[in-house]
RNA sequence: GUCUGACUGAUGGCCA
């Protein structure tokens, strides 16, 4: 036997899972231990071939060579929660309980969070509810991943009701903290998700750069730019460093309202603090912001200057210029904008063409905008809703509303929204 | 002598 864990041991680590599989299942009956076929099972769910480990527990009830245990059917239930095969696992948790063995924690947990994933947060609170009457105490991780779930599938006011919930019989974590301020935020939430962080810095959890910049990524949403400044002037006074994402963040934020000034100078400083350089992003933010207020020659020249710091232009940056451009009926300079794209091998995309799209129907020409249409398809660009609704309102602009009743029943291919 | 669970950041297109 002890060569035996001395072969599969080093095979399952060596991730040789198959070689130790036949090791196991061809020995002689008396070496057909149940840790080695679990160490197997469970080698197998950690490189996710679940299809592999369920084979090997099959074979073991089959062949009556060894039975499933406790821990067995824990790897496969947590394996199979891993690569999402929810059903199978939860066929798993129905056969483990009734065996007799009692699921844990930890497999609970598993299970939550491959429903929350799935969006099935009432099955996942009903496990909650189920733990509580086998005797099991769902502890910060469990909570966390409900609350998670909550905050993905935009129940933040229940996500925050489960967290007061929480604190009579636990302590939050980081990554508690960092579910919920990230869950605020997309709800335009912000000024809670701040107040959260600073409870979180008092409470010793450590917040990192991604917390801070989901903050200030979340004022800006809700037109709060100056609650980012002040959120990225705290940040920095504590000691963190800001990185490009942090500043196009801000970039950004100052761009959507219009405070172009100020996102130059700060990419300025961004510059000269020397902590790192603008990327594409923080170009395409800027850009867009020129382009948005109409002023065309500062979003070229900043286009031309992009080689200075060692970026390029890419597919987002070409369609925000030529967006520009249409809707200034500057239809010229975006073909030209089109070219220049293709010239460097950059491939337009479903929103470069509905951007020209949307050009042209702005300047009645529908013709050549539903010509796009079939371009696209011919060159497997598929067309979204956004790009059969900006023919449809160039319809409704003409007043052809027969033609956009028409195109709406023979040509779109996708739900209206 | 075998198993174990969680989170967070940026840019472009239609209408309103």
Redesign the pocket.
């Known amino acids: 036997?002890?060569s035996y864990?001395?072969l599969v041991r080093p095979l399952c680590k060596a991730k040789m899972i198959e070689d130790a599989e036949v090791l196991i299942t061809e020995s002689r009956k008396k070496f057909r231990e149940?840790?080695l076929h679990?160490?197997v099972v469970?080698s197998y769910?950690?490189g996710k071939k679940l299809d592999a480990a369920v084979a090997v527990y099959e074979k073991m009830v089959a062949t009556n060579s060894c039975s499933a245990?406790?821990?067995t059917y824990?790897?496969l239930i947590?394996g199979l929660c891993?690569v999402k095969r929810l059903e199978q696992a939860l066929i798993f948790l129905g056969k483990m309980v009734s065996k007799g063995f009692h699921p844990?924690?930890?497999?609970y947990?598993?299970v939550i969070?491959a429903l929350c994933v799935e969006n099935r947060l009432h099955e996942a609170r009903k496990f909650l509810e189920e733990m509580a009457n086998r005797n099991l105490t769902p502890?910060?991780?469990?909570y966390?991943?409900l609350i998670?779930g909550l905050c993905k599938g935009g129940r933040v006011d229940e996500a925050v009701a489960l967290l007061s919930k929480m604190r009579k019989k636990c302590v939050p974590?980081?990554?508690?903290y960092?579910?919920l301020?990230?869950g605020l935020c997309k709800a335009e939430r912000a000024s809670e998700a701040y107040d959260l962080l600073e409870e979180m810095v008092y409470s010793g959890c450590i917040?990192?750069?991604?917390?801070y910049?989901?903050l200030i990524?979340g004022f800006c949403k809700s037109k709060k730019s100056d609650d980012a400044l002040r959120v990225f002037e705290q940040l920095v006074a504590r000691g963190f460093r800001p990185?490009?994402?942090?500043y196009?963040?801000l970039i950004?934020g100052l761009c959507k309202e219009g405070r172009l000034k100020e996102a130059i100078d700060l990419f300025g400083r961004m510059i000269k603090s020397g902590s790192c350089m603008p990327?594409?992003?923080?170009y395409?933010?800027l850009i867009?912001g020129f382009c948005r207020m109409g002023k065309m020659d500062e979003a070229m020249n900043l286009l031309e200057r992009m080689a200075e710091t060692g970026s390029s232009p890419d597919?987002?940056?070409y369609?925000?210029l030529m967006?520009g451009f249409c809707?200034l009926a500057r239809l010229d300079d975006a073909y030209d904008l089109l070219n220049q794209m293709t010239r460097k091998g950059l491939t337009p995309?479903?929103?470069?063409f509905?951007?020209l799209m949307?050009g042209l129907c702005r300047e009645n020409r529908l013709s050549d905008a539903v010509h796009i249409l079939g371009e696209m398809r011919r060159k497997s660009c598929t067309?979204?809703v956004?790009?059969y609704?900006?023919i449809l309102?160039g319809y409704c602009r003409a007043n052809q509303l027969e033609e956009a009743r028409k195109f709406m029943l023979e040509e779109m291919d996708c739900p209206p929204n």
């Open positions: 036997v002890t864990y001395l149940l840790p679990n160490l469970s769910c950690k245990d406790f821990v824990t790897s947590q891993k844990d924690v930890y497999t947990t598993a969070h502890n910060v991780v469990t966390t991943v998670d974590t980081a990554v508690t960092n579910s301020i990230s917040p990192d750069i991604f917390t910049t989901t990524t990185d490009v994402v942090t196009s963040c950004d990327n594409t992003v923080t395409n933010s867009s597919v987002v940056t369609t925000t967006n809707k995309d479903v929103v470069t509905t951007s949307d067309p979204t956004y790009t609704n900006t309102d």
